[in-house]
């Protein structure tokens, strides 16, 4: 089969580290298609049945499973799902913590050609009603926690449940998911077209509502071959990324990327971050890639990591927001490790990256990996020259494959304006440099107006957060007379610091020695806390709101917010 050669050869060459070579793959659409079937069962769970696909770590508890091992529970869970009448096509919609059901659960539906709807833990009753109301699922899969939050949103909504499983627990209405134990540890697979619905990821929502995003059963687990060229993982491999199972990250880097190479990934449950504890675990392992975002990366390197071995640590990547290069070299001298950016979306796989043994630029998100054509275009589709800023572009068409996102349900305008001129539109903003290399400048909501300049709040947060006494920032527009807009800082310090005029000075400085004149934010606010989404994203839209709403009622100027002298 012409896809099972596409994934030997692409684990070949990352396995000697031929990454110049994947820029010659170009493969074709098959009509069916399905990953489990096609691609975990003959290349993972045939060829290497004993070896280890997941270590699960909970407090004192741990479970291994081998690739056969997980078979068989797939099989017993899609039985399950059969024996109550779930079929093909059918949605379960997934709240679970980290725990091994959520694979077994997934890899069930891939198997068994059904949509999968994750939601984080964290997701209130009214979000869930939303999603209720927008997708009707047949099957819930949730702890005891959100299997109460998942009775009160049925409640609100006409179309109900038909099949409830509790992980753990047991509950009124809801079938405990230990009953897959009884069924039996074979089942067949259903055929699945290449375009079928897969996934529906609901966005994070950073800018407005979240958009339903339907990924299909080809192009997605497909499309993540590039995720595991970014990490460059191995067979052989022991993966760990810190992700929660309700966000696409968590598909991207701890299901599609290691399983597309045959590694095994680290489940490691905790209901607390602790950095000591994350460490004792990479050393105790011996875990050689790890993926992590910025926020747990500048907590681990606050740790003595001299204490430690990293001798079995050969790749690290971070993603979604800046990292300070402090960060990166602190981490680099004591683990032997560069982190290394990647970029991509909900709506795609990992679309530019900073591949292992290429030379990197800091503070760029790397060259597009191999399944994607990126350019800088403006908003009439004209490919712009190096160094111009502008939106972040793919060129799509049906006869060039990648890992973008097959529609958004239920909203033809937005899909409208995304999908033009023969490209996908990301709605972000970067510049592409004479190399190649893209910078990336923001969300095209969070571009800052000021007089005739375009800021990205992203370069601004960098330089702020690069200070010692700044934990985290987020930049944005406030309304201004003169210059249309002033850039305001809002800004969460570290444990004891206290916000005063003398540092909002200190940064105003600090700012000044790195930023470009017109970048220097005008306006300082030290804040306990940043508005976020669900997933961590800062949602800026609160604080463009807050910011307007302020300056037209002429409020007074608080406690903590200080202005540059040339405001």
Known sequence: MEIQNLYKTVRELISEEKFDDLDSLKPSKPEFFNWYNDIFEPLNVKQAPNEKALIWIYNQERKDFTFKELDQQTNQFLNLLRKHGIKKGDKLFAQLPLVPENWISYLACIKGGMIIIPTATTMAVRGMEFRFKSLSPEVAIADASNAEKIDQAEEKVEQKIKLKLIVGAEREGWINVDEMFKESTTAEGEKTKSDDNLFYFFTSGTTGMPKIVAHTHFTYPVGHLTTSSWIGLKKGDLHYNISQPGWAKFFWSSFFAPWNVGACLLGYHTDRFNPKEQLENIEKLKVSTFCAPPTALRSLVQEDLTQYDFSHLRQCVAAGEPLNPEVIEIWKKRTGTLIRDGYG???????????????????????????????????????????????????????????????????????????????????????????????????????????????????????????????????????????????????????????????????????????????????????????????????????????????????????????????
């Open 345 to 567: 979306q909900t709506e795609s796989t990992a679309m530019a990256a900073n591949l292992p043994g290429r030379e990197l630029k800091f503070g760029s998100m790397g060259k597009p990996t191999f399944l994607y054509d990126i350019v800088i275009a403006d908003d009439d589709g004209n490919i712009l020259p190096p160094t111009e800023e502008g939106n972040i572009c793919v060129r799509h068409n049906d006869d060039a494959f990648n890992g973008i996102f097959k529609t958004y349900l239920k909203d033809k305008e937005r899909l409208q304006k995304v999908f033009k001129d023969g490209l996908y539109y990301t709605g972000d903003k970067a510049y592409k440099d004479e190399d190649g290399y893209l910078w990336f400048v923001g969300r095209d909501d969070d571009v800052i107006k000021a007089s005739d300049f375009r800021i990205g709040p992203f370069e601004v947060e960098s330089v702020l957060i690069e200070h010692e006494a700044v934990v985290e920032a987020a930049v944005v527009g406030s309304p201004h007379p003169l210059r249309t807009n002033a850039v305001k800082a809002y800004v969460v310090l570290s444990k004891n610091v206290e916000g005063t005029e003398d540092l909002a000075k200190e940064l105003f400085r600090f700012s000044e020695k790195h930023l470009a004149r017109y970048k220097i934010p005008r306006i300082i606010e030290f804040v306990g806390s940043l508005p976020k989404t669900l997933s961590g994203k800062i949602r800026r839209i609160e604080l463009r709101a807050m910011e307007a709403e302020n300056r037209q009622n002429d409020e007074e100027i608080n406690d903590l917010e200080y202005f540059h002298e040339k405001y």
